[in-house]
């Protein structure tokens, strides 16, 4: 694509102000001429070669390109009858060069980036128009018909807009163009604007209307033109622009709608919050404060800010910018109420919405790619838990017992008010994993079975993973499992104060069920903390006094002490559907410890929701054996219908289809 610049003019309307220059040279603002102006715009936009016509002072308008040392090819072309034709002449002159994708313009127009930015986006021939400014008495006018530019000229009062010799040209509507104008230029129709050539094709070269509405796209003709132009630049360059980014990987595609949002006005660039990122996707492996200074260094831009939730309202009603800028991916989808209040936000004082069409590019979804390959390394995977705790709060952990439920929980989200919820931890339960082997849960399931499982899962997922580690086995078998959960990127390990042969919880007293000492378990605990070689991973202290009816005392007694023997978190469980001691338990532990991390497995007691749980002072909630309990079922009534009906077509309704299994599974992390 070429740029042509028709620079030939007198510019007599100007006065003295073109005394000594070409027009295209007036000075519009303190940095810039009509003319650099353009040309930066040119450079911006990646057009290389330029085609200028000159006439009128052609000397000191090329030693002036020249002097601007930007890095273009200019093709200057003068107008020997500059004075005595019209610029239908001059891109007959240069016509030799023209032979290309053409973005033409007159040499004394000024206007905003946005309008050059919409018609290079354009895949088709257009013409810049508009709909919203009043019809000027001496200037174009356009006539359209359904979108087309059919006719333009200064005489056109009947069913036209307003209009600028502002085009983008694809070869083969320009060569159309061109041709008629090599045509009135050869039978001495050199008086008359190109526009004339334009008309007589009557719509065979498929220029579309490209309406710009308010934004600036205006000729400077007259010291008065030139006033209003440099005021409203002066608006322009006052104004802010917001964005806003949830990446932690920064490549050529953020640059690049960065540079876009830099040329609408001052930017101001919204970091999302950690929180926020890890409401709707992966938790992000740099931290916002990171991410922050990552930001403030890159070029231009004018301010960074944290963003603390999905929502933009908060900073739009803080900052009110002039601009906010996105791609159209959230024009549909789960983002779509989002954007919706954005633009009600905008509208209510006054601000637009840009948007620029979404990367797709291969290499920007590899690179993702890879951001996903990482953070399911052990190191990376197991230090995440701790952090997510830190930034949200409260987090929530699904069963899984195999790599099938690891998926489902990796990939399960809800999107709710432009937002999405999600499973942030992934739960391996002793429970779940014995009954999927079809084994009683009296850790009859071996170590080196159940850290089988946790492989078969750490393959196809990427959240943190919560062990459940029974009674933890002896003080000298449980160092070694720490170095090997460690090892297998596990973020925390839940040992229970029980001894002896080991009872699930479920049975309470109705079973002997031993519960160990506060000194022997301390010493676990410490032991355990001993043995582990990275400070990420968590050792959680379980308390069964609630289970086994010792007392809210005893519960409390032992929190407290195994915190003191190092315990990373305290898990207080009960069987009873009733919340209250759970309750009681957190609000008087917290009178003394507002730090460690409290664990519930709210199986029994569920009728509380988790953002009650956070606000009473909870900080993980696991799901400790729903997708069990689901697919049994499941399963059982599959089996019987078939056996019923001595088919398998009655049971098709209640199935998914096998494809959309298969989809499920990544062919690669």
């Given at each position: 694509?070429?740029?042509?610049?028709?620079?030939?003019?007198?510019?007599?309307?100007?006065?003295?102000?073109?005394?000594?220059?070409?027009?295209?040279?007036?000075?519009?603002?303190?940095?810039?001429?009509?003319?650099?102006?353009?040309?930066?715009?040119?450079?911006?936009?990646?057009?290389?070669?330029?085609?200028?016509?000159?006439?009128?002072?052609?000397?000191?308008?090329?030693?002036?390109?020249?002097?601007?040392?930007?890095?273009?090819?200019?093709?200057?072309?003068?107008?020997?009858?500059?004075?005595?034709?019209?610029?239908?002449?001059?891109?007959?002159?240069?016509?030799?060069?023209?032979?290309?994708?053409?973005?033409?313009?007159?040499?004394?127009?000024?206007?905003?980036?946005?309008?050059?930015?919409?018609?290079?986006?354009?895949?088709?021939?257009?013409?810049?128009?508009?709909?919203?400014?009043?019809?000027?008495?001496?200037?174009?006018?356009?006539?359209?018909?359904?979108?087309?530019?059919?006719?333009?000229?200064?005489?056109?009062?009947?069913?036209?807009?307003?209009?600028?010799?502002?085009?983008?040209?694809?070869?083969?509507?320009?060569?159309?163009?061109?041709?008629?104008?090599?045509?009135?230029?050869?039978?001495?129709?050199?008086?008359?604007?190109?526009?004339?050539?334009?008309?007589?094709?009557?719509?065979?070269?498929?220029?579309?209307?490209?309406?710009?509405?308010?934004?600036?796209?205006?000729?400077?003709?007259?010291?008065?033109?030139?006033l209003l132009v440099s005021t409203k630049l002066k608006e322009i360059e006052s104004r802010t622009v917001y964005m806003c980014f949830s990446t932690d990987i920064i490549h050529g595609g953020h640059i690049a709608i960065i540079r876009k949002a830099q040329k609408l006005g001052k930017l101001i660039i919204g970091v999302l919050s950690d929180e926020a990122v890890a409401s709707y996707k992966r938790f992000p492996l740099v931290p916002a404060s990171e991410r922050k200074l990552i930001f403030e260094n890159v070029a231009g831009v004018y301010k960074v800010v944290e963003q603390e939730s999905l929502s933009y309202r908060e900073n739009l009603e803080k900052y009110k910018p002039s601009i906010v800028v996105h791609g159209d991916d959230w024009c549909q989808g789960f983002q779509k109420p989002i954007r919706d209040e954005v633009t009600s936000i905008l509208a209510s004082y006054g601000g637009k919405l840009v948007e620029y069409p979404y990367s797709a590019d291969q290499k920007y979804v590899d690179i993702q790619a890879r951001a996903r390959a990482d953070i399911a390394m052990p190191d990376i995977r197991r230090g995440r838990l701790r952090r997510m705790i830190e930034a949200k709060g409260l987090i929530t952990a699904m069963e899984a017992h195999d790599g099938l439920t690891g998926l489902i929980v990796e990939n399960t989200v809800v999107h709710q008010d432009?937002?999405?919820?999600?499973?942030?931890?992934?739960?391996?339960?002793?429970?779940?994993?014995?009954?999927?082997?079809?084994?009683?849960?009296?850790?009859?399931?071996?170590?080196?079975?159940?850290?089988?499982?946790?492989?078969?899962?750490?393959?196809?997922?990427?959240?943190?993973?919560?062990?459940?580690?029974?009674?933890?086995?002896?003080?000298?078998?449980?160092?070694?499992?720490?170095?090997?959960?460690?090892?297998?990127?596990?973020?925390?390990?839940?040992?229970?104060?029980?001894?002896?042969?080991?009872?699930?919880?479920?049975?309470?007293?109705?079973?002997?069920?031993?519960?160990?000492?506060?000194?022997?378990?301390?010493?676990?605990?410490?032991?355990?903390?001993?043995?582990?070689?990275?400070?990420?991973?968590?050792?959680?202290?379980?308390?069964?006094?609630?289970?086994?009816?010792?007392?809210?005392?005893?519960?409390?007694?032992?929190?407290?002490?195994?915190?003191?023997?190092?315990?990373?978190?305290?898990?207080?469980?009960?069987?009873?559907?009733?919340?209250?001691?759970?309750?009681?338990?957190?609000?008087?532990?917290?009178?003394?410890?507002?730090?460690?991390?409290?664990?519930?497995?709210?199986?029994?007691?569920?009728?509380?929701?988790?953002?009650?749980?956070?606000?009473?002072?909870?900080?993980?909630?696991?799901?400790?054996?729903?997708?069990?309990?689901?697919?049994?079922?499941?399963?059982?009534?599959?089996?019987?219908?078939?056996?019923?009906?001595?088919?398998?077509?009655?049971?098709?309704?209640?199935?998914?289809?096998?494809?959309?299994?298969?989809?499920?599974?990544?062919?690669?992390?």
């Open positions: 694509m070429k740029a042509l610049i028709l620079n030939s003019g007198l510019g007599s309307r100007m006065g003295i102000l073109t005394s000594n220059h070409p027009k295209c040279m007036t000075e519009i603002n303190s940095k810039d001429t009509i003319l650099s102006r353009q040309l930066k715009q040119i450079v911006n936009s990646g057009i290389k070669e330029v085609v200028i016509t000159t006439g009128y002072y052609d000397e000191v308008l090329i030693n002036y390109c020249e002097s601007l040392d930007m890095p273009l090819q200019f093709h200057f072309i003068k107008n020997p009858i500059y004075d005595n034709s019209n610029y239908i002449y001059s891109i007959y002159c240069a016509k030799d060069f023209l032979d290309d994708d053409i973005v033409l313009m007159h040499g004394d127009l000024v206007f905003e980036t946005e309008v050059f930015e919409k018609l290079l986006l354009s895949e088709s021939s257009c013409m810049a128009v508009s709909s919203t400014l009043p019809l000027p008495q001496k200037d174009f006018k356009a006539q359209i018909k359904d979108g087309k530019v059919i006719r333009v000229g200064i005489d056109l009062f009947t069913d036209a807009i307003e209009a600028q010799a502002l085009y983008k040209l694809n070869k083969e509507d320009w060569k159309l163009w061109l041709h008629e104008i090599i045509e009135f230029c050869e039978k001495g129709n050199t008086h008359v604007y190109a526009e004339e050539a334009l008309n007589a094709l009557e719509g065979r070269a498929n220029i579309m209307a490209m309406d710009v509405g308010d934004l600036l796209c205006s000729e400077v003709d007259t010291p008065e033109d030139l432009g937002g999405g919820h999600q499973f942030d931890a992934i739960w391996v339960s002793s429970l779940c994993d014995s009954t999927a082997k079809g084994k009683p849960d009296i850790e009859l399931v071996d170590m080196t079975s159940r850290f089988r499982t946790i492989e078969d899962i750490t393959e196809v997922t990427t959240k943190p993973i919560i062990f459940d580690g029974d009674t933890g086995g002896k003080t000298e078998h449980f160092v070694y499992t720490v170095r090997s959960l460690e090892r297998l990127g596990v973020s925390m390990v839940i040992i229970e104060d029980k001894t002896g042969l080991k009872k699930n919880s479920l049975f309470g007293t109705e079973v002997v069920q031993t519960q160990d000492s506060i000194e022997s378990f301390s010493e676990k605990i410490r032991a355990g903390k001993k043995a582990q070689r990275t400070k990420e991973f968590m050792i959680c202290a379980r308390i069964e006094s609630l289970i086994l009816e010792q007392g809210m005392e005893d519960a409390l007694t032992r929190a407290f002490a195994f915190v003191e023997a190092g315990a990373d978190a305290i898990m207080i469980h009960s069987r009873k559907e009733d919340p209250g001691e759970i309750q009681e338990f957190i609000e008087v532990f917290r009178k003394k410890n507002k730090n460690t991390p409290i664990v519930l497995v709210p199986t029994s007691f569920n009728s509380i929701k988790e953002e009650e749980w956070k606000e009473r002072g909870a900080n993980i909630i696991i799901y400790a054996n729903q997708l069990m309990r689901a697919e049994v079922p499941a399963m059982k009534r599959a089996a019987e219908i078939i056996l019923e009906n001595h088919r398998a077509q009655e049971c098709d309704e209640m199935l998914m289809p096998f494809k959309d299994i298969i989809c499920m599974i990544p062919a690669e992390l």
